[in-house]
C-alpha cells in the first residue's frame, strides 16, 4: 500500500472528474490520502470527502500559514480549536510559515504556529509544517517549543542537506513529492544521504505535479512516479520505497 500524505483532494481542481481522480489513485495502490486543512472556508469540503470515502480519508485540522490575516486570524484559530475539540483529526495541519507570499504578517504566523503546535500536543497529534522562504523561523519556533510531545512532518522539504538533518532533529519526517524528480529541485542531490526511515511521500495535488506532468494539475496517482524517483535515488526496488515510506508514514499518524 501507498500512503500519499498530503493531498488537497477537495480542491476545486478536482470539481469535475474527482471521484475519477481518486479512482487512478486506489488503481495504482494508494489506499490512503492524508487531507491538510487550509482555511474555515474548506472544512464541510474535507468532511464531504470523508464521508465518501471513509475507508481512505483521514483529515487534519489547522489554519495554513498565508490565511493567516489580520483581520481573520483569531476567528480561524477559534475555528480550528473548536474542531480539534469536537473530534479526532490525524494531525494539527497543515501549519507554519510562509515568507513568499507576504513577509508583513510574519508576527501573527509566528503566533498563529505557536498556538497550534501547542494544541497538537495537547491532544497528542502530529503537525504538519508548511515552509516556504522560512526555514530559520520556522528552526526559531521549533527550538523554543522543542520536547517529546513535538513530532510530525515537514511538508514539501525543499531544504539543503543541513536543514534535512535538522528537521528530523526536532523528531519530523520530509515529506517528499513532486520536487524530487525536477532538474533544478536539489534535493535529489543529496536525499541518499539522509536514511529512507525519515521520508514520506506526499503529492501536494493539485500542485507540484512531478515530471513529465510538471505545470500541469497534480493529483495522488502521480505518487508513483515520486516513488520511481526514489527507487533510483535509494537503489531499491519500488516496492522497498513503497514499504518503508508507508511504515514511516503509520509511525507518525495514528490511524
Known amino acids: 500500500m501507498l500512503i500519499d500524505t498530503h493531498t488537497h483532494l477537495y480542491s476545486e481542481e478536482f470539481d469535475t472528474d474527482r471521484d475519477e481522480m481518486i479512482q487512478r489513485a486506489k488503481d495504482v495502490g494508494i489506499g490512503k490520502f492524508y487531507i491538510p486543512a487550509i482555511d474555515s472556508s474548506y472544512t464541510e469540503r474535507m468532511l464531504d470527502l470523508e464521508k465518501k470515502y471513509p475507508q481512505e480519508m483521514r483529515l487534519m485540522m489547522g489554519l495554513h500559514p498565508t490565511y493567516v490575516q489580520p483581520e481573520t486570524y483569531e476567528f480561524e484559530l477559534e475555528h480550528v480549536r473548536n474542531w ?14 510562509d515568507l ?12 498563529a504556529f505557536k498556538k497550534q503546535i501547542g494544541w497538537a500536543k495537547e491532544k497528542g497529534l502530529p503537525i504538519v509544517i508548511h515552509c516556504r522562504e522560512s526555514f530559520d523561523e520556522i528552526f526559531e519556533v521549533l527550538e523554543e ?41 536539489k534535493i535529489d542531490q543529496f536525499l541518499n544521504e539522509i536514511p529512507l526511515e525519515h521520508i514520506v511521500l506526499e503529492t501536494d ?11 500541469k494539475r497534480n493529483e495522488s496517482s502521480h505518487l508513483h512516479n515520486v516513488v520511481q524517483k526514489l527507487s533510483e535515488i535509494y537503489g531499491l526496488s519500488e ?4 514499504q ?9 499518524f495514528a490511524d
Not at 515537514?154 to 520530509?174: D, P, S, V
Not at 495535488?205 to 505545470?215: D, E, N, Q
Not at 516496492?239 to 513503497?242: L, Q
Open 84 to 97: 480539534l475539540d469536537k473530534r479526532s483529526f490525524s494531525a494539527v495541519g497543515e501549519i507554519g510559515i
Open 205 to 215: 495535488s493539485p500542485y507540484l505535479a512531478p515530471v513529465p506532468f510538471r505545470g
Open 244 to 252: 518503508s515510506t508507508s511504515q514511516n508514514a503509520l509511525s507518525v
Open 100 to 111: 513568499y507570499w507576504d513577509k508583513t504578517t510574519l508576527g501573527i504566523q509566528q503566533i
Open 239 to 242: 516496492k522497498e520505497i513503497a
Open 145 to 185: 517549543e522543542k520536547d517529546e510531545k513535538l513530532y510530525g512532518i515537514f511538508h514539501c522539504f525543499t531544504g539543503t542537506k543541513e536543514q534535512a538533518e535538522r528537521a528530523i532533529g526536532f523528531n519530523m519526517k520530509l515529506g517528499i513529492g513532486g520536487v524530487v524528480t525536477f532538474k533544478n529541485g
